[in-house]
């Protein structure tokens, strides 16, 4: 494809059809009614993390409407959390509504990507799965969409999985040709997956459910309902109810943000108490104590209790806090020596979030990883764009997650941030921009600050670098996400360094001086108007504001 000028198109790759990849491909059609890119994903079909988690009672703990997509609001959410199949149809839907598998290659997973700076683009090796055949191609721009909650993790303390004469699998691959139906089920993990299927699972009272458990956690109530009909009817037709609704939502879960800064201690300590009181009230009586954290709420993700806890007072569900020695041919043997026989292992132990699939070569010829290891972990400029690697977004990069609120909203800030970085690439008017390691660094003092007043800092998690409370936080975002979408709303375009970008950036420094002198301009005017009708303070007030604008 060819610009007027006869320059060709650049040419953009989005790599990963999850919630991500979708929406950047929406958000360059619809924003920039951009058509020249390609979405390559590894799978063989597109949704992510909601196509691979299928098991019982999946879900999210956010309400559907703020996690869904702000250009793409739903009416017809059924409830106000919204479990697997329907979050999956809402993206297969958005997928086809923009006509989006003319534009993907499935079943194609990028297996590297390296900056060529004489050049200004990305070499790119695509590996096609099933045959894997080796396919060269190249970009300017690369938005790397690929996750953070990809790959199952399985403990490392706990081996011998393979000596097991039953049948194992992990909560994100469910082995849905297997009837739990008069069988014995360990389940080893209680976080959020197994707290949202082991109330599933157990509701047949011939499933004997074993929950080996490790550390507790805290718990929310999730208090779900279904929208009546003439609820979604007014969504649907009442100008503006379901953006408001929306945004309720949104500043409501966002406030409760300052629970999770340590130096909030009435707040922190209020919480504790009000969620310990759930897991008293709710969990069996002779539970509760075991049940209840001693590290601060929010330390770990709040599970959003879909009925966990009730769940504990089945005769058929029994939690066993005893450390696992191993897997054997009859089931799990504990560190006391006892064996428990099983039928069924099911590892509800969560993701690992290192982004292994982000093999990238940049302009100053380092990994991703590389830069990784410098910074002690995941490292990245509003968890978007890293030093020495022009050109190139990682969408739910690190920082970016939180433990209260949609990752979709936060990737869409993401998106938009990137989106203005390419306007003048996709337009000629520039060949490249990389943050500075300047501004990176600047950032990430002030994240690391931050987080180090966070209640993450008290306990062993996945938002820490290998799950070890001592490293650094690399995961999450240390403040409401609504500051997020402040920081990435408007590039500064001081951060960034660009390529061939000479003129485009002395015509944006004349327009930035050509508003402020405009504004100076109509103050002044306001300003001796103010003076001729003796309006002293008013003249007072002006003063002030031109000096904190031209200051
Ligand atoms: C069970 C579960 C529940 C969750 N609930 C919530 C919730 O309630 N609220 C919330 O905010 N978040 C939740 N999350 C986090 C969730 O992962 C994100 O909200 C969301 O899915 C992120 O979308 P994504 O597109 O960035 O990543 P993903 O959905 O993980 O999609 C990444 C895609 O990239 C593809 N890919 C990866 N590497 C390559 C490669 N090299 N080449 C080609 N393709 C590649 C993958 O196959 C995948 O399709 C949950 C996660 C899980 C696992």
Not at 148 to 166: I, L, Q
Not at 447 to 452: D, G, I, K, T, V
Request: overall charge positive.
């Amino acid at each position: 494809m060819a610009l007027a000028d006869g320059k060709c198109t650049p040419r953009i790759i989005i790599v990963g059809a999850g919630l991500a990849g979708i929406s950047t491909a929406i958000a360059l059609k619809k924003q920039l009614g951009f058509e020249n890119f390609t979405i390559y994903e590894k799978a063989t079909e597109v949704g992510g993390t909601w196509r691979d988690n299928t098991y019982p009672g999946c879900g999210s703990d956010v309400p559907g409407h703020w996690y869904s997509l702000s250009t793409e609001l739903n009416p017809e959410w059924s409830s106000y959390y919204v479990n697997q199949p329907e979050i999956r149809a809402y993206w297969e839907g958005l997928y086809h509504k923009y006509d989006l598998p003319t534009k993907t290659k499935l079943g194609h997973g990028v297996t590297s990507a390296e900056w060529d700076s004489d050049c200004q683009l990305y070499r790119v090796e695509v590996e096609e799965v099933a045959t894997g055949k080796k396919i060269q191609t190249e970009a300017e721009i690369m938005f790397y969409a690929i996750g953070g909650f990809m790959s199952p993790m399985f403990p490392k303390d706990v081996g011998g999985v393979e000596k097991f004469r039953g049948v194992a699998w992990h909560s994100a691959r469910w082995r849905h040709d297997v009837d739990l139906k008069g069988k014995r089920v360990g389940v080893i993990g209680n976080g959020c997956s197994a707290a949202q299927f082991v109330p599933e699972i157990s509701a047949d009272p011939s499933v004997e459910v074993i929950n080996f458990c490790r550390t507790p956690q805290w718990y929310l109530p999730r208090g779900n309902f279904h929208y009546p009909k003439w609820v979604q009817w007014i969504f649907g037709h009442v100008p503006l109810a379901m953006r408001l609704y929306r945004n309720w939502i949104m500043a409501r879960s966002d406030l409760s943000f300052l629970a999770f800064r340590k130096n909030n201690r009435i707040l922190v300590a209020l919480t504790r108490r009000l969620l310990s009181l759930y897991i008293k009230r709710t969990a069996p009586k002779d539970q509760a104590a075991a049940l209840i954290p001693t590290y601060a709420p929010g330390c770990k993700r709040i599970i959003v209790d879909p009925g966990y806890l009730q769940a504990l007072h089945r005769p058929n569900v029994a939690i066993s806090w005893d450390a696992i020695k191993g897997i054997v041919e009859e089931g799990i043997e504990l560190r006391s020596g006892k064996i428990v026989p099983l039928d069924i292992i099911i590892f509800g132990t969560g993701y690992s979030t290192e982004a292994v699939d982000l093999r990238l070569r940049g302009s100053k010829k380092t990994t991703a990883h590389e830069y990784f290891e410098t910074q002690g972990g995941g490292t990245a400029y509003l968890g978007t764009c890293m030093p020495g690697f022009p050109n190139c977004f990682s969408l739910l990069g690190p920082n970016v997650a939180t433990g209260h609120a949609s990752v979709i909203f936060s990737e869409e800030a993401q998106i938009g941030l990137a989106i203005q970085l390419i306007k003048p690439i996709l337009d000629g008017k520039a060949k490249s921009f990389e943050v500075t390691d300047e501004a990176t660094n600047r950032y990430n003092t002030w994240l690391q600050n931050r987080l180090s007043l966070s209640v993450w800092t008290d306990c062993h998690s996945y938002y820490h670098v290998g799950n070890q409370k001592q490293t650094k936080i690399v995961a999450t975002f240390p403040g409401p996400v609504a500051l997020f979408w402040w920081f990435a709303r408007r590039v500064r375009w001081d951060d960034f360094t660009g390529v061939g970008a000479e003129a485009w950036e002395k015509q944006r420094r004349w327009n930035t001086f050509g508003k402020r002198g405009i504004l100076v301009g109509l103050l002044a005017l306001a300003a001796g108007l103010g003076y001729l009708l003796n309006g002293q303070p008013l003249l007072e007030l002006v003063r002030r504001v031109i000096s904190s604008v031209v200051g």
